[in-house]
């Protein structure tokens, strides 16, 4: 069976005759093979070699593809897609449409305004997403809908933002603990950033987040006014507040970084954090944080793209193309940023501060099915390094079929257990009704501390 053909339905299959990139510093095999059974990768290695060794297995015939990992695209809010197009760094949009939009949310509209930016990155590739929003049960809904995985974090935040105060840390919990999720959803601990949070609820997130042995993701050092107003209330900086709190380690997701000094990143280095970095997101918005000494400290960087506000597009794959290009901008040697180091960021380094190493990242024998395929065309040739060829000269455009956890969930670019049109309508509807509310709002901007630029 060619991979142009109907999707197939049975849940063993062996493809064949693909070019397979198995993960960051790890081999490309040419006419590469891959069995996947009961959702996980069961060998890997030449199309002979596994035809040979399973001749049963019904086959699937990759020529002219490159598989690869399915990505993270690691800090987002899915569910700001109505954002699309209106952001692009107009430095009131925060003040006079974000704040009274989020305000006007309420949870039933979450699941239906997730729906584009979801299709969104898994048309570019995305088979997790790690989210931090308000509601976010109705998210996590979304991410199992369209088949996808999802970390779902619940924003919570007691002095600033649309939905301030100790309920916030309630429902956070009360959404880990009663969790009716199935295997592809997973819980964060998401406080909002060290100016909306206070030092004692960023300390009780922390050690919940230990005991739970649950990542905490957490917007950190995001704004210049961040910075000032932590220094004002705690003489300290966003960075050192974190750390006073318990809240850097090695299951710490701290994004953005992008007033930190060097001694924060100093102290990002020696707790184990990675860093959430959304190139496309603070360029368009401030500043970008100091790459040069977070390459020359070597702290692990996870690619993401924030929210539709100030990145149209959820493409981790565009995104490690741009965070290239940047970071060689701002010096760093090329040694360090080799096709491999920019997939990591996209993979390997995500799956780690997330504890699933063992799962997802890479394309090994004992892991979850989670492979994309870009097709190969004239302009992909020739292939002398194909994961080169895939951040510099493919893109999101080339990823035709995606597989989470060993079910299709994108087709020839299309969803094949989804009606398109009908989540369309829905997201519409949504965006309609929260268009509709803002015009009928006429609550004053209140949101402070969370006044200034970002904090997304
Ligand atoms: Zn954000």
Known sequence: ???????????????????????????????????????????????????????????????????????????????????????HGKSNMIESFLFPAEKSLTPELLEPLSHSYIFDGLRAGVTSFVDHYYFSEGIGHAFEKFGVRGWIGETIADLGGAFSGRDSWDRAKNLIEKSSFGP??????????????????LKECADYAKANNLTLHMHLSQTQGEFDRVQARDHVTPVEAAQRAGALGPRSLVVHLTSATKKDLKIIKESGATIGYCPTSTLLYDRLADIQTIHDLDIPLAIGTDCAASHDSADSLGEIKIAGLLARHQGVAISQLSPDHLLAMATTIPAAVLGVSAELGTLEVGKQADLIFLKESLSSEPKKNPLANVIYSMGARDVTHVMINGNWTLWNRNLPNLDHDELTSQYLAAVNEIQKRIRHSKQPNDGKPNGDKLNR
């Open 184 to 201: 592809l959803i997973r819980h964060v601990v998401s406080p909002h950033a060290a100016d909306t949070v206070s030092p004692a609820l």
């Open 1 to 87: 069976m060619k991979l142009a053909a109907d999707i197939p339905r049975h849940s063993d299959v062996l493809i064949i005759k693909a070019t397979i990139i198995t993960g960051a510093f790890l081999p490309v095999l040419a006419d590469g093979a891959i069995l996947v059974r009961a959702g996980k990768i069961m060998a890997t290695g030449s199309s002979d070699e596994l035809l040979t060794q399973f001749p049963d297995v019904k086959t699937l015939d990759a020529s002219g593809y490159i598989i690869m990992p399915g990505l993270f695209n690691t800090h987002t809010h899915v569910a700001l897609g109505f954002f699309r197009g209106l952001g």
